[in-house]
């Protein structure tokens, strides 16, 4: 275990895994890394689920006790590591931070999901026999994902689907911009977990789709994740490397 007692189970492409990542490279925070193969689907092993009932990543474990839900998890190290702080000492600011983590889960998780899970999921669940997707299936705890996953693994996501994230993943990062438009960060003219929240999502959004950054329509959103990108801890986040298992996983 880390010296401040942190684990942190995760997954090397996984957006809500690199929030999570962001806070605490930005803290300087050591943990404990329980790297998990999502492309092996060992957020469904029975020892996982016993930690995240939901068999979704990350999960923190903080000298014992098991705090879940990316955002809940950001702003839990915000109040037991409070030394480099990402919160927002206004309340309005804190409201307006607040707002843009409720976001990142309710609007640019959807944006990205089917795209990211067509890239990652779909090819590994059909290398599969058809009795192992059935074990697979099986392990996954939610019945209406279980279903979605049955649905998609066999036929993808219709051509709406993805055209709705095509127009929810332009929805991101207009609304980024125009925050951007008006102070340097999204919350305020302060780094805040605002935007360690979104820029997972924003980063995702450029490696599916390039060609949305390259007439300058999203000038202050550029210009904000270059600011980010110099941060110490992009690189140890985004490009996580600290566990002998990265080479045998797949990115985006």
Avoid at 95 to 123: E, F
Wanted: hydrophobic share 40%.
């Amino acid at each position: 275990m880390s010296a401040n007692g942190l684990e942190l189970y995760h997954g090397l492409p996984s957006t809500c895994s690199k929030k999570v990542r962001l806070v605490l490279y930005e803290k300087q925070l050591p943990f404990k890394s329980h790297l998990m193969d999502l492309r092996k689907f060992e957020q469904h092993a029975p020892e996982y689920l016993k930690l995240n009932a939901n068999g979704v990543v990350p999960t923190l474990v903080h000298d014992g006790r098991v705090i879940i839900e990316s955002s809940i998890i950001m702003e839990y190290l915000e109040d037991a590591f409070p030394q480099q702080p990402l919160r927002p000492r206004d309340a309005y600011a804190q409201y307006r931070m607040r707002l843009w983590l409720k976001y990142s889960d309710d609007v640019a998780y959807q944006a990205v999901y089917a795209p990211t899970w067509m890239i990652l999921n779909r090819d590994a669940m059909n290398d599969l026999s058809a009795a192992e997707r059935e074990q697979v299936l099986a392990r996954i705890p939610q019945e209406d994902r279980r279903q979605r996953w049955a649905e998609v693994s066999a036929h993808g996501f219709s051509e709406e689907v993805l055209r709705a994230s095509v127009a929810k993943m332009r929805a991101c990062l207009t609304r980024c911009d125009d925050a951007l438009a008006q102070s340097d960060y999204l919350a305020g003219n302060g780094l805040t977990l605002a935007d360690f929240a979104m820029l997972p999502f924003v980063d995702r959004i450029h490696n599916l789709r390039p060609e949305f950054f390259a007439g300058g329509e999203y000038a202050h959103v550029e210009d904000w994740c270059g600011r980010l990108r110099d941060r110490p801890a992009f690189a140890k986040a985004l490009d996580f490397q600290d566990d002998p298992r990265v080479p045998e996983m797949v990115n985006i």
